[in-house]
Structures are given as C-alpha cells and as structure tokens.
Nanobody
Framework: QVQLVESGGGLVQAGGSLRLSCAAS????????MGWFRQAPGKEREFVAA????????YYADSVKGRFTISRDNAKNTVYLQINNLKAEDTAVYYC????????????????????WGQGTQVTVSS
C-alpha cells in the first residue's frame, strides 16, 4: 500500500505561481510512475503531468506545457508540481497518483491506470 499526501494549494492571483507537493510513503514505490491530475467543478478528472522516481523522463498534457513542471526529491520521497503563470482555468482540485505498472518507458494519462491517489489539494486562481 502506498500513501500519498498533497499540499501546497491555495488562493492565488492570475499570473502567480504555486508549487504543489506530494509526499509518498508505504511500500516500495521506487519503480512507480507518479502523475498529477486535476478536477474542476462539474468536469472530469484530467491528466496534467507524469514523471518517475528513477529517470528524468516527463510527460505533460498539451494544455499545460511550458507552464507546469513535474520534479521529485528522492531523498524526501516527494514529487512536486510547479505551476507558473496561473490562469483562472487552472482552478481545480489537484491530485497526486501512482502507477505501479509503469514500464519505465511510456507514461499513461488515463485515470484508470493509476492505483493510488492522494486526497487532493485545492488551487483557486482569482482574476
């Protein structure tokens, strides 16, 4: 079992930045892929970014490329999502998730692929 705890959300003005954190604990997760998703009110959960603990490969949704950056600190078992130039449409609950079947090559952007989820952290962007 893997536990994921997100933090770092809040109320930010448009154009500002936030760094979300996802602290992982539990059984061995070093081979897992880590994903960030978000869900806005009345909308489906959508993929944002993915990365892993063991290589530098990353994958982003087209809608966030250039503004979002996923990174990790293996010593702290923490994955980060840096969000720059925030826009009103970024308002959502952001979730961290883990894919235990990550092959080491390709990341999935499907919600169903990810086995473990955090409780989410709210990001609200005011215009």
């Amino acid at each position: 079992q893997v536990q994921l705890v997100e933090s770092g959300g809040g109320l930010v003005q448009a154009g500002g930045s936030l760094r979300l954190s996802c602290a992982a604990s539990g059984r061995t997760f070093g081979s897992y892929a880590m994903g960030w998703f978000r869900q806005a009110p009345g909308k489906e959960r959508e993929f944002v970014a993915a990365g892993s603990w063991r290589n530098s490969n990353t994958y982003y949704a087209d809608s966030v490329k250039g503004r979002f950056t996923i990174s990790r600190d293996n010593a702290k078992n923490t994955v980060y999502l840096q969000i720059n130039n925030l826009k009103a449409e970024d308002t959502a609950v952001y979730y961290c998730a883990a894919d235990r079947y990550y092959s080491g090559t390709y990341y999935s952007n499907r919600v169903s692929r990810y086995d473990y989820w955090g409780q989410g952290t709210q990001v609200t962007v005011s215009s």
